[in-house]
């Protein structure tokens, strides 16, 4: 399930983001998803900056990040996610 623009405005600074990888995504084979506590889908690693994330995704690596900063620009909410692995 998305997340609703309401739901995501109130996502908390500092809430772990989970990283999940979509190869089937009719979009971009490099998919990589993120999603809330809930599962619940927030959006996706913007393609200009998925390549390597993917890949160590592909190679059994955790991704997962930290919600730093959240801004409107106009109808879209901009989530700003700091991205860790756990090797």
């Known amino acids: 399930d998305l997340v609703t623009l309401d ?8 809430a ?5 990888r979509e190869p089937e995504n009719p979009h971009d084979t490099l998919a990589i998803r993120l999603f809330d506590g809930q599962g619940r889908k927030l959006g996706y690693v ?8 993917a890949r160590l995704l592909d190679a059994g690596k955790t991704l997962f990040g930290r919600l730093e900063s959240k801004e409107w ?8 996610v700091q991205l860790f692995l756990q090797d």
């Open 16 to 20: 772990w983001i989970g990283c999940r």
């Open 73 to 80: 620009k106009g109808r879209w909410l901009r989530l700003e």
């Open 46 to 53: 913007p393609r200009e900056r998925n390549e390597v994330l």
């Open 7 to 14: 739901q995501a405005g109130e996502r908390a600074l500092g």
